[in-house]
């Protein structure tokens, strides 16, 4: 399917690895420039020379942290008239809630509520005056299935999701779409760091605790960053602009409920 999407331009925010790469490899593929952030220099660069060789489309490398001041402003001086955004960023380390404090729920509001905000802020203004754009944010299933551990990542992604709700209806008209994505238990480092933790505590291998977790999931497995990527693709393509406010999961139906 052509996207519709060819010649336009794209932030994707964390996107060196993970889901991140996931969606700005999908996007490319579809003929978008990309916008590539990371802290890593090496492996961000790493990661643009893959794209630009696989997808023959400009990307740009903004070595930046995206949850600083500097960094969003590093992004936005990067593509100011971007028409899609990808907010993306690491979550909170898996953490028992007796184990917060200020400093580490400020950093975890700070990082994923507060972050994709202003980058939505910043942007927004520019897609609705020229009647086009897309965001996506990428934020967690625990949004619907909260996880212990997880409290503080899913208050915050939680917030982010009922803070664009409203203004995902407010620009609509002008085919401006605002949408969660909301990923299970995907190949991604992040889930690495977790079986990791989780094998530490449990005493088993981390290969047994993989398969526990794969088990657990009525697909068998855990996603790719490539599947992630296409259906983050299609909510930025011309197709979806009927699709707004929406929070579609992706966890190979692990969430038991019907809605």
């Known amino acids: 399917m052509d996207l519709g999407i060819a010649g336009r331009t794209a932030i994707v925010c964390a996107s060196s690895a993970g889901l991140g790469r996931g969606c700005a490899e999908a996007l490319a593929h579809a003929g978008v420039r990309i916008v590539l952030n990371g802290r890593d220099a090496a492996k961000l660069e790493a990661t643009a020379d893959a794209i630009r060789r696989r997808s023959d489309v400009e990307v740009i490398a903004v070595v930046a942290d995206v949850g600083t001041d500097e960094g969003r402003a590093a992004l936005i001086a990067a593509a100011p008239d971007a028409d899609i955004l990808v907010n993306n960023n690491a979550g909170p380390p898996l953490r028992p809630f007796e184990a917060l404090d200020a400093d580490k729920i400020r950093a975890g509001l700070e990082s994923n509520l507060v972050t994709p905000t202003l980058l939505i802020h910043a942007l927004l203004p520019g897609m609705v005056e020229r009647g086009f754009g897309r965001i996506v944010n990428i934020t967690s299933g625990s949004v619907k299935m909260p996880l212990p551990g997880l409290d503080l990542s899913s208050g915050a992604r939680a917030g982010l999701t009922g ?62 960053p490539a599947e992630f990527g296409a259906a983050c693709a299609f909510l930025c393509s011309a197709q979806a602009g009927y699709i707004t406010g929406q929070s579609l999961l992706i966890d190979g139906g692990s969430f038991p409920g019907i809605l």
């Open 163 to 224: 803070l664009v709700a409203g203004v995902a209806r407010s620009v609509a008209h002008a085919n401006v779409t605002i949408n969660n994505l909301l990923p299970g238990s995907f190949d991604t480092d992040r889930i690495a760091s977790i079986v990791a933790q989780a094998a530490e505590k449990s005493g088993a291998s981390e290969a047994e605790e993989r398969a526990k977790r794969e088990a657990s999931i009525p697909a068998k497995r855990l996603g790719t």
